[in-house]
């Protein structure tokens, strides 16, 4: 079965940095999009990033792009993202998933990890 498992989340102080984690097992991810979404207080599952695929490029959504950084690694079979200056509003749970496009989340979601930004 396919499962997608997060880690790394927690809490961290404005402009401080955080690393998630995402291993992915049942799913060969260089054959499929991968990609992090996360859901604040506005219950509503916005897009953080988003890696196509071998050669394809990485789409950020607005309020991150610039201090967050996607990461794929094929051979350990994960996907990960850089948070660095990270903001109060960037608080949420954050999902891994698999299969998607670029705009489009996949079948395959993570339970999430909780990511508190706080001073």
């Known amino acids: 079965q396919v499962q997608l498992v997060e880690s790394g989340g927690g809490l961290v102080q404005p402009e401080g940095s955080l690393r998630l984690s995402c291993k992915v097992s049942?799913?060969?991810?260089?054959?499929?999009?991968m990609s992090w979404y996360r859901q604040g207080s506005g219950n509503v599952r916005e897009l953080v990033a988003v890696?196509?695929?071998?050669?394809?490029?990485?789409r950020y959504g607005d309020s991150v792009r610039g201090r967050f950084t996607m990461t794929r690694d094929n051979a350990e079979n994960a996907v990960y993202l850089q948070m660095t200056g990270l903001k109060v509003e960037d608080t949420g749970v954050y999902y891994c998933?698999?299969?998607?496009?670029?705009?489009?989340?996949?079948?395959?979601w993570g339970q999430g990890t909780q990511v508190t930004v706080s001073s």
């Open positions: 049942g799913l060969p991810i260089r054959n499929y999009a």
């Open positions: 890696l196509t695929g071998i050669g394809g490029g990485t």
């Open positions: 998933n698999a299969g998607g496009s670029a705009w489009l989340p996949g079948d395959y």
